[in-house]
């Protein structure tokens, strides 16, 4: 057998079982009984609502595993790759042209398969457990928005991509490199102000004791910014958050109008000050720094596969192309990828710690930040008691109760906070 072909299937394949042992243990990881913290927070009916969301989220993501990784293995089995490639050839357009017909019918049939998956996910799921507000329509237009924006931005990025290693030989991992950071950085500013509202609308805050709290906050940090925004998410889930977007002067605060109507004024602002305490600390400029390496190794490790014939055979491709070389190098990247996110969310786990002691020795006031993070996870029915092995996979923030004994731990160790 084709060793690449051995290698991708042993990594689709490990993956899959890798996810069903991860949730598996995660479900019997979780606790019956109510953490002692939460006691006030959740009665008993309502806490084993959170282990019924968990469980039925995860026997959904177990099947959607079983549905969709035969389907991925039969595809590359059966030469689909392949199939496809002559209908992008058919056409006879240039290199480029033909790039994107063909990652753009493989794009398409990937989300066609992935849309019965979202709409049960979002009309079932999410409808049971009373998150879901979103109507077939906001559903649809968010679908197309959504392939809009990736056929003009991923298209922009692939055909780059593909001239750069069409004609600027060995060194075009950097020019590659070099064009889609810069590319990054551009779409960063245009983000806020472009493409997130697409998808929802965003008002400033009305005047009142929340927008003067988060201003005098914010001047007390010497935290320039934009704005404070209020989104409209409640017309798609009763689910809360709040982030920022945009860098500089630039940034803007964006509350989640859900997220306003069931927190206290000093839990907002604290909720803001954990926000805060992560530019403070410069761990949006870590993060895209990081990003920016793993990119640059990314393009490094693809100009060893361009044109490989080993790997096309894998495949049953009849013929090579710079195209269908990025695209199989996807699947040989997988690990490297896996690897590098659990490193990068080491790194976030330990971030959120630091930014939670930012919010209280700025703030002042950790009883708002514990209840703060107590509503959010009863909000949004979240865990309390993941496995250990998931937290280290897949867990961007530290699990909430080490969260809480870290702020409860705080007081005494003000003196050695150094904000």
Known sequence: MNIYLTIILSIIIGNYLLDIVVETLNVRHAKSDLPEEYKGYYDAEEYKKTQD????????????????TPITVAF???????????????????????????????????????IPFLAYSTF????????????????????????????MIGGTVFSIVLWFFGKAGNWAWLYCWVAVVLLQIVLTFF????????????????????????????????FRMKGVFRMDASKR????????????RFR?????????????????VSILAHEMGHYKKKHIFKSVLMSIMTTGLMFFLISFFINNKGLFSAFKMQTTSIYASLIFFAFLYAPINVVVSIFSK????????????YAVGTYRKPGSMISALKKLTVENLANLTPHPLKVFLTYSHPPVLERIRAIRRMPRQSAALNI
Request: net charge neutral; aromatic share 12%; charged share 20%.
């Open 346 to 357: 080491m790194l976030s786990r330990r971030r959120e710690y630091e930014a939670d002691a």
């Open 76 to 114: 590359i089995l059966i030469g689909g790759f392949n199939l496809v490639d002559q209908i992008a050839r058919s056409f006879n357009f240039g290199p480029i042209s033909t790039g994107l017909i063909f990652a753009g019918i493989l794009m398409l049939a990937s989300q066609i398969i992935s």
């Open 191 to 222: 983000a806020p102000v472009v493409i997130l509202p697409l998808f929802n609308k965003f008002y400033p805050l009305e005047d009142g004791e929340l927008k003067t709290a988060i201003e005098n906050y914010a001047r007390s940090q010497n």
């Open 252 to 268: 803007r605060i964006l509350l989640f109008d859900t997220l306003i109507e069931k927190h206290s004024v000093d839990e907002l």
């Open 124 to 151: 079932v799921i999410e409808e049971k457990y009373g998150f879901n507000r979103t109507t077939v329509r906001t559903f649809a237009l968010d679908v197309l928005k959504s392939w809009l924006l990736t056929a």
């Open 53 to 68: 969301y968990l469980k039925e989220n995860t026997r959904f993501e177990i099947i959607s595993g079983t549905i969709t």
């Open 237 to 248: 889930s009763t689910k809360t958050n709040a982030f920022f977007t945009g860098f500089g």
